[in-house]
Structure formats: C-alpha cells, structure tokens
C-alpha cells in the first residue's frame, strides 16, 4: 500500500514545541521531529504542561529536552528510568515524568533500569521511539534490528547467530507493576492520531497513579535505512509492522 | 561549685554516624544497594527516611543508585547513596555525568580490599579513583576523609554543603574499619554559612516563580543550553570552580612542628599512624602525623612545608601505594619520602590490617634523630 499519496498531515505548530538549534541537527524524513510534536501537542492537550519533566537518554532522542517548553533532562545512556524514577519520587509524586528514549537507549544498555523500574511500578512514562538500528552512530545492528537486516555492524544482513527482534511492549505487558503497554507509529495521519490517543492514554495511568506506561513508536531513519522518506513510510507499513504489531497489549485501571 | 552540662553524646557505629551527619544536613532522600561493608547506612535510610517522611528506593544495582541521585539531585532536593569499591567502580560513569550535569550531590564510599571482588574487609585501595576521577572525561570531585566515627558524622554534613557550593559531587571517603567501629558521637548540626539557592532545579514549571522550564544536562558542552553555549565555555568554567574547589584542603598536624620524620595518613591507616606516633614520642623520637582530611585537594602546602622543614615523610596508607604519590608531589624532591603499605598488614587472612606495632617497627628502621 502506498501511504506517501496521503498528504497534509499537520498544520499550525504546537505552542510547547520551541525552535532551538538541536533540531537542525536531525536528517531529513527523520520522524523524531513528528514524534517531538506530537508529544507537545498531548501535553498541550492534556494541560499538563506545569508538572511536565521530560527525560531523554543519549542517541538522537536526546536532542528532544531543548525543544519543548517544559523542564527536560539528558541522562547517562539508557538510565532515565533510573532518572525519571528519582525525580518522580523525590518530589513526592508530584512532577509528571516520561522518558523519551531510542531503542538503542531504552531496550539494550537501559534494559536493565527499564525492567526493574516496572517491576516496582514506577507512576512514569517510557516513550520509546523504535528505528530497529542506532541512528545516532551510523546505524549499527540494535536488539530491535529485523532478521535480514543489512546494517553497519551486519553487512551481510542479520542472522539468527546475532539474536532475534525484541518486543519490550509484549513482555512488560506480562509485569505486574505495569499499567499500560502499546505500540504504535506515525507514518499515517490515523497512526498519528491514535498514537496521539495512546500517549493520552499513557499518561493518564500516570497521573492515575495506577503503574508504570509505555509506548513504543516506530521511528524512520532515513539515511541508516538507506531509504529515501516516502520509501521509509512503505517499509514501516510491509515490514516493521508485521514483526512490530501496533496495538495496547495492557490497559488495566489498578495493578493491585 | 558550677558545672558545665556536656555535650549529649551517643554510642554509634560509623556507618550510623553517616546517616546522622546526613539526617543533620538535611538529606532525606536516600538511593542505595545492598553491599558490604555500607549494608548498614542502607539499612538505617530504609528503616528512618519513611517515618520521616524522607524517600527510599532500593536500586536494581549501583549503576541504578548512581542515575537515581542524579535524578534526585536535580530536584535540588539534598541526596545520598552509599557503596563499596566494587559498587563505586559501577558508579563511575554516573559520577561522570553528575560532574557534567553539575549536579550537587553525596557519595560515601566505605573501601574495602580490591581489585575486582577482593575481599569485604578493610582497606584503602580507591584513593587513586577517588581523588581523580575515576570516570571518563577529567573531572573533579572534592573527597573528605574521615578517621573517627565523629567525624563521619561531621564530615558528611560537610560534604553536603561544599556539593550545594560548588554544584559538584562531593566523595566522603572512609574504609571498613572506620564504618564498622562504634565510638561516642556528638550529633550537632553543623553551620557552614549559605549556599547557592537552587534556581535550576527541576521538578515542572509550577515549582517556580519565573514561570520557565529549567533543563539539565550531562551532555553540557554538546547540545548548546544555556549557561554554555560551546564545550569551551564549558571547560572554562569546570577550570574556574575546580581551582576554587582546590583551595578547600583540610588536614589536621599532630606533633609535626620539631619532628625529624613526620608520617602521613588518612582514614583508618592515620588513627594506626598517631598510636604508633604517641609510642614513638614516648621513647623519646621526635615524630609527628599529617592527616589529611581532604585527599583531594591534598594538603600539598602542608606536606611541603614539612619536607622543607628538613623532615623526612612516611606515608602509611592499606595499598600498593597510592596516596604516596601525593605526598610525593607535595614533598618536591626536598626530602625522602618512604611508604608503608599493604604488604605491612598483620595476620594473612583478609581481616588483616596495619597495626601501631609495625608502623613503629618502621619508625625506629627509618629515623635518624638529629
């Protein structure tokens, strides 16, 4: 199916979404700039921009904490769990905290702090943005990467010897402390929308004290995929979603 | 016949005295893993800070310990964690990006014997990786050290007032022995005048008058936010504090002023050094003990001063030698400067330490008398 004869997707700029020169840093087709708007608008949205703390990890993602009017953070690689974890406790449940993190950041250095932060049903937020390689040094082969990958660090494409796709969505769904899990992408206007929904839906569990949340969004990466913009959208659409399934894999109202 | 009230003291365990140091100052915020042998600081936040209405979170690990302070320094809130060498060596990272961050904050790291699992009894084997940064990038970090278990109590508060001064990290330094013995300890909460208000920390826009966000970093110098715009304005204003930081030495002289040959200690090694002192003293050999209370900065000034003086130095310190290096640099070459190490522990099990006798074996071997 070709998305790319649907246009339009957007108008007008979300108040909460700043110019800053991290952003001119980031590629063409690049969706961490859809993802960065989209998040301002929820905030926007939801009128939570008073309590909101963001905390990125390191990759490209990172360059997500000087674009939005609100209190952001950069943390050690893969940790704001860690970070989020601190804040939302030290200020007594207070503060609205999401981490906004790659795959790279989130599920293979942060797997570690990403798992036990649920297992204590940290009341945070995890974003993770989902381009199944390492953007920000050249796009090296990632736990998310699919079998036959080609990538800088599997030139003749990913093998099983390498590991296999992980689903993070999935498998904290089976975790008690965990209010919320979905995945999601913004390579259509409904995918914007219902990722729109699902953010919504993430920090409302949040601010809910019900447990912790997580979205995962498919993420293009142009230049790493060696794929032009339009082409990025189709190979979400034939083949990140059929190993990635977009859809809420938990949504309970109490963990208890 | 007037009487003057004493001070209230209470028996406690130095690891105890930590805690009480750091309620004093203020922290009720504590991260923390288990490990020997601090298990009692952890113990004590986990057990106090809830009915204190303070917070405690058990990490997955030291790794965790070290990111959660990070996030709870931010708040601007007073924090802590605790570990030993092999957790210390997770935290290096994480010490990193809190000196980037300039993230004020405290880290008490009681030593025991390493390299990789060691042993967990006493020793000094992280002086080098304290007192120079013993994560990537070259930063600095003040480290204080205590040898009594009063002074854990006194330092920690310390600490936490030079980390709010200088928006840095700050080490508190001691070692098995000092974290495991009890002595008597006057809980006084110490004045160290003010401190910086807090006007970047984190927490939502609502926490402020201003109305703005605030962002924090450990990535200062890459992506430009203020007040750096460029790693360089970075790099010089890490230069400027940390020389201001260097003027912040401690130490304490005993018996040093006619002494022909003066010993340098801190920590445990230091309270072995003044018995073996005081023993020498009574046979009639003019000695003396320099020890620093801050290994970093190191009390060049003073080591130097002695080494001019026409004494000669022996460091004592439970490692391969480590601080000698710096009783080096303060000595300039002007006199000989000798080590007593780890190789002098008494017994061979893992409990070993230096003992006064040995130290004053090395004393009577080295003295020259006038």
Known sequence: MAVAAEKAWVSGTPKLWTRHPAGARQCPGCHHPIIERLIAEVVEEMGIEDRMVIVAGIGCGARIFPMMNFDGLVTAHGRPPDVATAIKRSLKGRPIVATYQGDGDAISIGAGPLINAAARAEKITIIIANNINYGTTGGQMAPTSLLGQVTSTTPEGRDPSTGYPMHIPEMLATVKGVAYTARTSVHTPANYTRTKKYLKAALQKQIDNVGLSLLEILSACPPDWRLNPVECLNFIQDKLIPEYPLGEFKNVDSIA | ?370
Not at chain 2, 60 to 68: H, K, L, Y
Not at chain 2, 268 to 279: D, S
């Open chain 2, 1 to 370: 016949m007037s009487t003057t009230k004493a001070a209230e003291k209470i028996l406690v365990q130095g690891n105890e005295a930590v805690c009480l140091g750091a309620t004093a100052a203020g922290c009720t915020t504590f991260f923390g893993y288990p490990i020997t042998p601090q298990n009692e600081i952890t113990e004590w936040f986990a057990r106090e800070l809830p009915k204190r209405g303070g917070v405690f979170v058990q990490s997955q690990s030291e790794t965790g310990s070290i990111n959660m302070l990070f996030g709870g320094a931010a708040t601007g809130l007073r924090v802590m964690t605790s570990t030993s060498s092999p957790g210390w060596s997770l935290m290096q990272e994480g010490m990193s990006c809190l000196a980037n961050a300039e993230l004020p904050c405290v880290v008490v790291l009681v030593q025991r014997a390493g390299p990789g699992q060691g042993t967990t009894r006493t020793a000094q084997t992280d002086y080098l990786s304290t007192t120079r940064g013993g994560g990537h990038g070259g930063y600095k970090t003040i480290v204080l050290a205590p040898a009594s278990v009063q002074e854990n109590c006194d330092l920690v508060q310390r600490a936490f007032y030079l980390a709010d001064k200088y928006r840095n990290p700050v080490v508190v330094l001691t070692d098995a022995v000092i974290g495991q013995m009890a002595e008597p300890v006057e809980v006084t909460t110490r004045d160290f005048g003010p401190v910086p208000e807090k006007d970047w920390a984190i927490g939502g826009k609502e926490t402020r008058q201003d109305g703005q966000r605030r962002l924090i970093s450990c990535g200062q110098g890459q992506i430009p936010i203020e007040p750096y715009t460029s790693f360089t304005q970075l790099i010089e204003a890490l230069d400027k504090k940390y020389k201001a930081m260097a003027l912040e030495t401690g130490y304490e002289s005993y018996l040093t002023e006619d002494a022909r040959l003066n010993l340098v200690a801190y920590g445990y090694t230091a309270r072995v050094a003044k018995e073996a002192v005081v023993w020498a003293r009574n046979k009639g050999l003019r000695v003396g003990l320099l020890r620093p209370t801050t290994v970093w900065p190191f009390p060049y000034g003073a080591v130097n001063e002695l080494a001019q003086g026409g004494s000669e130095l022996l460091a004592v310190e439970d490692s391969l030698g480590q601080m000698v290096d710096d009783v080096r640099l303060g000595a300039e070459g002007k006199a000989p400067v000798h080590f007593l190490g780890m190789l002098a522990r008494q017994g061979i099990s893992d409990a070993a330490m230096i003992l006064p006798g040995r130290v004053l074996e090395e004393i009577e071997k080295l003295y020259k008398g006038d």
